[in-house]
């Protein structure tokens, strides 16, 4: 009946419904929150207003973010503070924040930190509460945590750190950690650099120091134990774990492939263009995968082992070094961080392959989430 | 008719000088869509003639006239973006905005290094060395897109502690919310084949590059720390590319600190982190008639601005460091008579630039600048703040016309003297036919509120009165070298310390094998103070090699051996020791450091020296 109505309308009353349609007033279902690593912050996008709508101040060098299985949590890494901000996605709110290692008493020269003393730096829950913009230098402290896991009760965060090649595990009741340990480095890879979860096991992606041309290395553990299962070496620079049912996809930025690995097992390869960080599963054995040093997504059969280069443009503009990607509700778009200086959320229609709109950012923005509303 | 002409003269007349109330009279007539362009020679401040300047993305070229200047003009609205190019020079790269008004693109080049031939089949490291260490790039065996076999590699280093004004682009992480980056090391890596056609990276290789740490910013970028690298993309005019870097020993010499990277396309490369410590500056853009609308204001480490209607800006820059504002005002049909007022002219083009550097915005007048903490609100829209305010002064006018050379002395607990020279720069960057530059307006000011402004004692000698220069401390000198209101140069250096032997006295004696010389520097604890010492042992009446030894460099400390190899103990015997200490930019005693007193048209030293009384010792067995 509407639709009758509609179609009789006089055309430019019909276009006057369509543009009052796509003003700003009208609101998306679900919110976009992208990890901001220059301002320290999480921004909220509404996708239909094509707009920032919000910025939460998160903490020092926000980069990782995952959400929780019930959407009410989202959890920040905090690479500069030495914690996780979680976000509460229904106030859009930091709700608290946790160390993910303990405040040091000294340095590495073996002398006292006496301002952690005076401050009472030990009874914070993140290093930003003290090293922040106008704060104690310097800015960016800690362990550097970087990657970032469920466990499989939903009750504990795995967390890595690229110094001393930590992995921490986080209770989220008490939000503290509950246990931690340098892992064992494999030759010169000593930095785990991301975890994943497997079923019952961790995947770590340990690398070296980078830049380096020396091999990484992709190691099972046991997830109760922490005992090591398999190991498999892979490219210099083992980016990004992405957990496939009984698998674990690597995306290798150094030497631009993707590789499957299985406890125990050769990894399959497959080349992408270069520089793959993010992936994201599209649909039942396809993942994206975001080729940031060529700007360009990856759309990678994992059976048939096609992939299909995409480039991330819009008209004669190029969006450069895409990071991470999050799917819409409805599996149509994967919303992509588009990280150079000047930074967009690239909106990019997985049917169509190609862009379809371009929502400015913070520059050196790194990962994004869909939440609902 | 004559009457009409007249009239319509002197109504241009008005329109360009009168009034300065904000009503627009001051700021001359400037078509849209324009760009106008200087380039100079940043290592001697002298206009570039003849260089090629392509806009970006379309076939339009010019080139800059025997005044280094260029008009484009007819440009689409949005970002404009230049690529300069001329032979010995590394590429430089420039940005504006077509709009209503015109803007003006201000940019030095570097003269490029040394090439060096490469088979590009053979993993080899390169190396460009300077006073700050060796700039080197790590190739492995054919990760270059190219058959030829005979390449040519030119690395060109550029400290932005000096140089930055040779940086291409804007050094921002823009989008939403603008941040500035910080630069600490950049290079720009050109590898040419046999036709000279540059050459680049196989898509998916990459190579490594390691970029010292410039010795003024050693104390605040320690080994290990992780750095945020770029690369320039030319065709964006952005920094992108952001991987980390690590701060590491150089792989060439074993000890400068370098920032170790990997980079995936050759271009300008370097290390700028994000400003985390921000806060909002209100500045004022005035010409010697008063403030001016729609001057364009950079700031390093900062953002860009433009003023409003009353010639204000807020610009954003990182707090608590020395910050270089530089303003533009382009006039594209006026000129400036003898008397200095603005006269319609359809064609002409006037570039007002005004420099202010600033260590401490307290200021050079020992005012307290607005600013307030944070980055500035919304950047598109200018605030315009009420009269209480004190906005930090931009004073700007044409580019003088001649070349100058500084070179001034900060005697610790002494005076801050100098000398200043106009003349026509050489190849080399020396003047000739230098005359002494009379009528400069200079200003030193110890970045804590004392200041002073220095008394021409003799044409082209200065001197500051009443001004002790005290040891360990920073004095940054504003230029105004043609008097004409505008700040042409700027630089700053640290007055040296008190020196003094720790473990050495004059008549001691001590055991050749076991000797390491030791001295303090009162002012060594200060952040960014990095002084060079240069200590030498002469045994006296010998002359061979184990009867001298000698140090430069930043250590306190020094174990004097023979130039044997292997090293060995000195000979035993009477020796003098000298201890010579050096901060700033010096060229002399056997060193060479690259000017710290930069700008459009003026370059120069600013340096402390202090001579520690030689003594004499008794090396034994």
């Known amino acids: 009946m509407v639709w009758t109505v509609i179609r009789y309308l006089p055309p430019a009353l019909f276009g006057l419904l369509q543009l009052v349609g796509c003003s700003s007033s009208q609101q998306a279902s679900h919110l976009v929150l992208v990890s901001q690593a220059g301002s320290s912050t999480v921004a909220v996008i509404d996708p239909v207003q094509g707009r920032t709508v919000k910025r939460i101040t998160v903490g020092g060098l926000p980069h990782r973010m995952i959400l929780n ?38 340095r590495s020269d073996g002398t006292l930190i006496q301002p952690h003393f005076d401050q009472d730096a030990f009874s914070k829950t993140s290093c930003f509460a003290c090293h922040n913009p106008g704060g104690a230098k310097p800015f960016i402290v800690g362990e550097r945590p970087v990657g970032i896991a469920f466990s499989s009760d939903l009750n504990k965060l795995y967390v890595s750190h690229i110094r001393q090649g930590r992995l921490s595990e986080i209770d989220l009741l008490s939000a503290q950690v509950v246990r931690a340990r340098n892992l064992p480095p494999s030759g010169a890879a000593s930095e785990a650099v991301d975890v994943a979860r497997v079923g019952s096991r961790l995947v770590v992606a340990m690398r070296p120091r980078q830049p380096s041309t020396e091999a990484s290395a992709v190691r099972w553990l046991d997830e109760q134990t922490w005992q090591t299962l398999s190991e498999a070496p892979t490219g210099s620079d083992p980016a990004f774990v992405l957990p496939l049912e009984e698998n674990a996809l690597v995306s290798n930025f150094e030497s631009n492939t993707l590789s499957l690995h299985a406890p125990a097992s050769s990894p399959k390869s497959f080349t992408v263009t270069p520089g793959p960080l993010g992936m994201l599963k599209v649909a039942e054995g396809r993942v994206l995968s975001l080729n940031y040093y060529s700007n360009a997504v990856s759309l990678v059969d994992l059976v048939s082992g096609q992939v299909q280069n995409h480039q991330l443009e819009l008209g004669s503009r190029i969006f450069v070094n895409p990071t991470h990607a999050a799917l819409s509700p409805d599996g149509r778009l994967a919303y992509i961080v588009s990280s150079g200086t000047e930074g967009h959320l690239v909106v990019f229609d997985l049917e169509r392959k190609g862009v379809t709109r371009a929502i400015p950012i913070d520059g050196l923005s790194f990962d994004v989430v869909v939440v609902r509303r | ?229 770029y690369a320039y993309n030319p065709q964006t005019g952005r920094w992108e590319d952001f991987v980390e870097g ?131 609100p919304g950047s598109s829209v200018q605030l315009v703040r009420p009269a209480a305010t004190n906005p930090l002064p931009i004073r700007v006018a044409p580019a003088p016309e001649g070349f100058f050379r500084a070179n001034a002395l900060l005697q610790p607990g002494g005076v801050a003297f100098m000398q200043l020279e106009k003349g026509i720069p050489n190849a080399d960057g020396d003047l000739d036919n230098a005359e002494p530059a009379a009528g400069a307006k200079i200003t030193i000011s110890d970045n804590a509120g004392k200041t002073a402004t220095l008394s021409e004692l003799a044409p082209g000698t200065y001197f500051a009165n009443n001004f002790d220069v005290e040891p360990g401390k920073r004095y940054t000198l504003n230029i105004d070298a043609d008097g004409n209101g505008s700040i042409d140069g700027s630089g700053s250096a640290f007055a040296l310390g008190n020196v003094a032997w720790s473990n050495l006295s004059n008549g ?73 200490a050096f901060c700033g930019a010096f060229s002399g005693g056997n060193l060479n450091i690259s000017d710290n007193i930069t700008g459009v048209g003026m370059q120069g030293q600013i340096y402390s020296i202090q001579p520690v009384n030689p003594i004499t010792i008794t090396l034994t067995l």
């Open chain 2, 1 to 229: 008719m004559r009457k009409t002409l007249w009239m319509a003269a002197l109504l241009g007349l008005l329109a360009a000088c009168g009034g300065n109330n904000g009503g627009g009279g001051n700021n001359g007539s400037s078509a849209p869509n324009t760009v106008a362009g200087l380039v100079t020679d940043i290592g001697t401040g002298a206009r570039l003639s003849g260089v090629k300047v392509t806009v970006v993305g379309s076939s339009q070229t010019t080139t800059t006239d025997s005044r280094g200047e260029f008009i484009l003009q007819n440009l689409p609205p949005g970002l404009v973006k230049v690529d300069l190019e001329k032979a010995g020079y590394a590429p430089g790269h420039g940005l504006a905005e077509s709009t209503s008004s015109a803007q003006a693109i201000v940019v030095a080049l570097k003269k490029e290094g040394t090439e060096q031939g490469y088979n590009p089949t053979q993993a080899r490291t390169l190396f460009q060395r300077t006073e700050a260490g060796p700039y080197a790039v790590i190739f492995q065996p054919n990760s270059l897109n190219t058959a030829d076999t005979n390449l040519r590699v030119v690395v060109t280093p550029l400290d932005p502690t000096k140089e930055d004004s040779a940086l291409p682009g804007d050094l921002i992480a823009g989008g939403a919310s603008p941040t500035p980056l910080a630069a600490v090391t950049f290079a720009e890596f050109s590898i040419l084949d046999s036709q000279n056609r540059r050459i680049n990276l196989k898509p998916g290789s990459s190579a490594i590059v390691e970029l010292p740490i410039p010795p003024e910013l050693r104390s605040r970028y320690k080994i290990g720390d992780k750095i945020h690298c």
């Open chain 2, 246 to 376: 690590t701060v590491e020993r150089s792989s060439v010499d074993g000890t400068t600190p370098v920032l170790r990277a990997s980079i995936r396309h050759f271009s300008w490369y370097g290390g700028a982190p994000a400003v985390q410590d921000q806060e909002c500056v209100l500045v004022e853009v005035r010409n010697r008639f008063g403030p001016l609308a729609d001057a364009v204001v950079t700031a390093r480490p900062g953002l860009r601005a433009v003023t409003n209607r009353l010639g204000q800006a807020e610009i954003t820059v990182e707090k608590g460091v020395p910050v270089n504002f530089t303003a533009t005002k382009t006039y594209t049909d006026t000129f400036v008579d003898n008397h200095g007022n603005l006269i319609p002219k359809p064609g002409a083009k006037v570039i007002d630039i005004g420099r202010v550097y600033e260590d401490d915005l307290i200021g050079l007048d020992g005012k307290n600048y607005s600013r307030t903490p944070g980055p500035c």
């Open chain 1, 69 to 106: 299985p019930d959407g009410s949590k989202v959890y920040v890494v905090l690479v500069g503070s030495q914690a996780v901000a979680e976000v509460d996605v229904r106030s859009l709110e930091v709700f608290r924040t946790f160390l993910t290692a303990p405040v040091p008493e000294r």
């Open chain 2, 508 to 580: 001691g004696s001590y055991s050749a094998a076991s000797l390491t010389a030791t001295w303090s520097d009162s002012a060594s604890a200060q952040p960014g103070y990095n002084a060079l010492y240069q200590v030498s042992f002469q045994r006296n009446g010998g002359s061979g090699v184990s009867d001298m030894a000698f140090y430069l460099g930043s250590e306190r400390t020094f174990q004097p051996r023979a130039q044997t190899d292997p090293p060995t103990p000195l000979a035993p015997g009477t020796y003098t020791v000298t201890l010579n």
